[in-house]
């Protein structure tokens, strides 16, 4: 690729997009274009037409979508499904018809089943059935590696697919209705250091930059306190009266696996796999088994994630495990030989990257 080249960048603001915008600018690309979803609503489909008949972009980088953990997923199935869906046809379609030269499709690894071997291979897909919960999303992700792979067939085109494992990172989404699990701790925790330290003006100045449904940074502490319980942070006063004590309930047993990744590497990745040249691609993967996992090959449990941003937010109250919720697919751990083998293994371990996460949070709050 040429810097000058024009490449469209769609889901710019969200978490990876703008990691893959960061990059890309820094590198030197100096035709970028994107839209923000007031300007360019992609489920549209004539929308999506015109602005590609209009802008004609030579490459496109897929990363928008709608997202979220598995309180969102389970409350909002519908638009998972239908949204993911509508978005990846329409892009891809108009790509094909506006003669991009090659795209990228970025989805997830909840496309493996719930019930497969570990760490999951890119053949697993589709061999058994998939997570409950992440259903609806992990089918839309699915499509959208598909319509990659059959437009490619049928058609000779560039579509590539790389499936992320688990990312956090600047930028992300810390809304405590919807969000993923790090940046869901994060913010529990925090708000929770808030209340046991009494700094009710630091824990305001978080809900007037990320409100809560319910309260504004205006509202009564009692409200704050009852709206803040229905998310899963308590204060109370300790037994002698003598000092305030927090506690944070988190869904599920905390002994679940996972694996995480910071945004700057999958950033990186996604530029890596996008800049192969097409036989380099094409000699690593199959024609209907096209897609590349990307991760670390490492996974934690979600207790020990707790305990270290517990220790990164300085947070000394108690964290509580609600085992009545669910807690999703026991282990999720990504095998990342092929990537590997094709050159490309992550930089940022998790601890590093929790402390810079925090630290971009609290610039974030700070800064607006």
Excluded at 41 to 65: M, W
Excluded at 122 to 145: D, Q, R, S, W
Aim: proline share 3%; net charge positive.
């Amino acid at each position: 690729m040429n810097l000058d080249n024009k490449i469209y960048v769609a889901g710019h603001q969200g978490l990876v997009g703008s990691a893959i915008l960061r990059q890309l600018e820094k590198i030197g690309f100096t035709n970028l274009i994107f839209r923000s979803h007031e300007e360019l609503d992609l489920t549209i489909q004539s929308d999506v037409n015109d602005f590609f008949k209009l802008e004609r972009p030579k490459y496109v980088i897929l990363a928008a979508g709608k997202v979220g953990g598995i309180f969102a997923n389970n409350n909002y199935p519908a638009e998972f499904i239908y949204e993911n869906l509508m978005i990846q046809a329409n892009v891809i379609n108009a790509s094909f018809e506006n003669s991009v030269k090659r795209l990228l499709f970025l989805g997830s690894t909840c496309i493996y089943p719930k019930a497969v071997d570990q760490p999951m291979k890119e053949n697993a897909i589709l061999t058994n059935v998939l997570e409950p919960t992440n259903e609806p999303y992990a089918i839309a992700k699915i499509a959208g590696i598909k319509l990659c792979e059959s437009y490619n067939r049928q058609f000779g085109t560039d579509y590539r697919s790389v499936m992320p494992t688990n990312l956090y990172g600047l930028n992300d989404n810390f809304h405590l209705e919807n969000s993923h699990v790090i940046p869901s701790l994060m913010r529990k925790l925090h708000l929770a250091k808030c209340l046991e330290t009494d700094n009710w003006e630091a824990l305001r100045k978080d809900l007037r930059q990320i409100p809560v449904s319910g309260i504004t940074d205006n509202s009564s502490k009692n409200k704050i306190l009852k709206v803040l319980e229905n998310h899963g942070i308590f204060l109370q006063t300790s037994k002698n009266q003598k000092k305030l004590e927090a506690s944070v309930n988190i869904w599920g047993s905390g002994n679940v696996m996972r694996e995480f990744l910071h945004v700057d590497d999958m950033a990186s990745a996604s530029i890596f796999v996008f800049n192969l040249e097409k036989k380099i691609y094409e000699s690593n993967t199959k024609p209907m088994l096209s897609h590349i996992n990307v991760g670390t090959g490492k996974d934690i449990t979600i207790r020990k994630v707790a305990e270290i941003i517990k220790e990164i937010t300085g947070f000394k109250g108690k964290i509580i495990y609600d085992q009545s919720k669910p807690d999703g697919a026991k282990r999720k751990l990504i095998d990342v030989s092929r990537l590997e083998k094709m050159g490309w293994k992550y930089r940022i371990e998790l601890s590093k990257g929790l402390l810079d996460t925090y630290k971009s949070y609290l610039t974030r709050i700070d800064n607006h």
